[in-house]
């Protein structure tokens, strides 16, 4: 309490933000960020906009927070009153502080339709890996198990925002969204069958793809029958480029569970091999047996009991594990297992800093390069190479990426998508930057 006094007592008729932002920091021991949608709480319905000693303190105070975990004091911040868990719009106050004060957005200013899709896809990735149940509704358990805390405090150590791969880098929403306006060849900000299943050069199998829009894996939201929206996409393609997570395993094994009997049998794994081998034919190589298959992943996964693949094998066996799901209905991966270098595979699986990679971040770095080449003028494509996962791709260097991507039609397509993109982000908020606000 005496450093709430130190703090408050010179400024009797309260704090602007920039004070307010020192107590976050020293008093509250969380990431100064979150003074920004907290400031907006304290003082709406305030022509002052001051944060008062006394409203602080009966905030503070009234939700038991003195002596409360860091987790629970984040939880209490995005919470609004009366509620018991957390849903999208809850972070949107949080995304549109980090689009206005970190550093590493600044070439966004002018650009809202990226803004508001960039905010959403961390919302979606947040929700994604945080919200196990699926339901949309984070609960406090659910986010007392995360690592969000600690992604948001290194957002502010980090200037490069691409630094921080956990949730917020803009490098990974820059792919993702350009993945599937790649995809989306109509532009109606959908996709249907027809276009999932030319991801990655027709990766998938066919039944794959009949069975998430089936939607096995997870209901979708587009609202439009027969087609999946931009959210359902963010859950599928972090599902398939990093299938060693829960969420992934859980996506997979709901699309492969033919019967929903939480088993994987040998003959719900034939149903979808059957497509591979007549793939492999097709393409002049010599298919695996089988047979053989099942050897292999039995050997590999060694089940609970022999043919019966359950869920908890699934988890117990990562990163193995992937082999089942890729075997099963991704073409490409499959082969590139069947023809793996083991000492190339341990090369990619480091970053320049000598870190270990998570397969998303590996895709993820692979993809931006590609797209820095195809759409960086050609003296842009060595600093792409040289600077990017390393010494730290700058917010220049995006931004250079991002000017190149409105020469062509992404600007059109996210002009397109202005729409749902304010209708997710909110048009009642009022903080954030004036930027979002036009976008929204």
């Not at 008062?52 to 009234?62: C, H, L, R, Y």
């Not at 190339?344 to 971040?361: K, N, P, Y």
Request: hydrophobic share 40%; net charge negative.
């Amino acid at each position: 309490m005496a450093r709430v006094n130190a703090l408050f007592d010179p400024h009797p008729a309260g704090l602007n933000l920039e004070q307010f932002s020192t107590v976050v920091q020293e008093v509250c021991q969380l990431p100064t960020i979150l003074a920004h949608p907290w400031f907006e709480r304290l003082v709406a319905g305030s022509s002052s906009r001051l944060v008062s000693k006394a409203a602080f303190v009966d905030w503070w105070t009234s939700r038991q927070l003195v002596a409360a975990p860091a987790t629970r004091r984040l939880w209490e911040v995005l919470r609004p009153d009366g509620k018991h868990y957390l849903t999208y719009a809850d972070f949107r106050p949080l995304l549109q502080a980090v689009l206005q004060y970190h550093p590493g957005l600044e070439f966004l200013a002018d650009t809202p339709e990226f803004q508001a899709r960039y905010a959403e896809t961390v919302i979606y990735r947040i929700f994604y890996t945080v919200n196990r149940s699926g339901s949309g509704r984070m609960s406090y358990r659910e986010l007392r198990r995360s690592d969000l805390l600690e992604a948001l405090f290194a957002l502010e150590r980090e200037e490069d925002i691409n630094r921080v791969s956990r949730y917020f880098s803009y490098e990974h929403f820059y792919v993702v969204y350009c993945k599937f306006w790649e995809l989306d060849s109509d532009h109606d900000f959908s996709l249907d069958k027809n276009d999932l299943a030319r991801y990655n050069n027709c990766a998938l199998t066919y039944q794959i793809v009949e069975r998430i829009f089936e939607e096995a894996p997870r209901k979708f939201t587009s609202g439009v029958p027969g087609k999946m929206g931009y959210e359902d996409f963010v859950w599928f393609i972090l599902s398939e480029e990093d299938k060693t997570t829960d969420t992934a395993i859980e996506y997979w094994f709901r699309c492969a569970d033919l019967d929903c009997d939480g088993v994987i049998t040998p003959s719900e794994m034939w149903h979808f091999y059957e497509e591979q081998m007549k793939r492999l034919e097709g393409l002049s190589q010599e298919p695996v047996l089988f047979e053989d298959v099942l050897c292999q992943l039995h050997d590999m996964l060694q089940p609970a009991h022999e043919g019966c693949y359950t869920l908890a094998d699934i988890k117990r066996t990562r990163p193995q594990s992937s082999l089942l799901f890729n075997t099963m209905f991704n073409l490409h991966k499959f082969m590139a297992y069947e023809n793996r270098d083991p000492f190339a595979l341990r090369a990619e699986q480091l970053g320049e800093e000598g870190q270990v990679l998570s397969d998303w971040d590996r895709f993820a770095r692979g993809e931006y390069l590609r797209l820095a080449v195809e759409e960086e003028p050609e003296d842009m494509q060595v600093d792409a190479s040289d600077e990017m996962w390393g010494g730290g791709r700058t917010a220049a260097g995006s931004k250079m990426l991002l000017e190149d991507a409105e020469e062509d039609d992404l600007v059109v397509g996210l002009g397109a998508a202005a729409g749902a993109a304010a209708e997710f982000m909110g048009s009642a908020d009022t903080s954030g930057p004036a930027a979002m606000d036009a976008a929204s």
